[in-house]
């Protein structure tokens, strides 16, 4: 089975602008989260989509947003871009059956924010 | 709330020396347990997971982790290192009734020739 595919591996924006990150999971995974990873915070948890709805949800403000589609593919979107927000961006997919499930992670996007 | 503290930052060793890596956990339950190496550039790799049963798991790569509820611990070992095993390692414990997992801040492993 192919991996998790995450989609730009690399992305350079400047402050203000806007982003939008791919992920597409295992095939026969419904469960795909998504973690911010940077040296100072480590890994943090953003959010978790299960069948088109957001099953969970860190604590990152309302910039951070994302969706599911019917074929569990997942996108996350950054909006008004900050410095901060410059960071490896993980995707991890699960069955989803359980509600504690084994997760897969994908190579991640790294966001550069100039 | 779940946390994971893992409280050596860097460790080196030398190639074919035993190895482990420490993680203590702090769950109201039974906690779901899980080790992941990351390499540079990399997404996180699953080395190994405890979810119940046989306290002493075994995991890919000759690793293997013992849960320990009295002490709180998940520790990862190895008996002899390779040069590839030099990589960031992370624990992470995740509650039955969410899917978010809180991973430690990782250790740092560095195997000498």
């Known amino acids: 089975k192919a991996g998790v595919t995450q989609t730009p591996r690399y992305l350079i924006k400047t402050r203000g602008q806007q982003v939008t990150l791919s992920c597409s999971p295992i095939?026969?995974?419904?469960?795909v989260s998504w973690y911010q990873q940077t040296p100072g915070q480590g890994l943090q948890f953003l959010f978790e989509?299960?069948?088109?709805?957001?099953?969970n949800k860190g604590n990152f403000p309302g910039r951070f947003s994302g969706r599911q589609f019917s074929n569990s593919r997942s996108e996350m979107n950054v909006s008004t871009l900050e410095l901060g927000d410059s960071a490896l961006y993980l995707c991890?997919?699960?069955?989803?059956?359980?509600?504690?499930?084994?997760?897969?992670f994908g190579p991640g996007t790294r966001l550069t924010v100039l | 709330a779940q946390s994971v503290t893992q409280p050596d930052i860097h460790i080196t060793v030398s190639e074919g020396a035993s190895l482990e890596l420490r993680c203590n956990y702090s769950?109201?339950?039974?906690?779901?347990l899980f080790w992941y190496v990351q390499s540079p550039g990399q997404g996180l790799q699953l080395l190994l997971k405890?979810?119940?049963?046989?306290?002493l798991v075994q995991g890919i790569k000759g690793f293997e982790a013992e849960f320990k509820r009295s002490q709180s611990s998940f520790n990862l070992r190895k008996p002899s290192v390779h040069w590839s095993d030099a990589a960031e390692y992370f624990c992470?414990?995740?509650?039955?009734?969410?899917?978010?997992?809180?991973f430690g801040a990782g250790t740092r492993l560095t195997v000498k020739p």
């Open positions: 095939s026969g995974h419904r469960s």
């Open positions: 405890y979810f119940s049963g046989d306290t």
């Open positions: 989509y299960f069948s088109e709805t957001q099953r």
């Open positions: 992470a414990v995740g509650g039955y009734n969410n899917n978010d997992m809180r």
């Open positions: 991890a997919s699960s069955l989803g059956g359980q509600r504690i499930d084994t997760q897969y």
């Open positions: 769950y109201g339950a039974t906690p779901y």
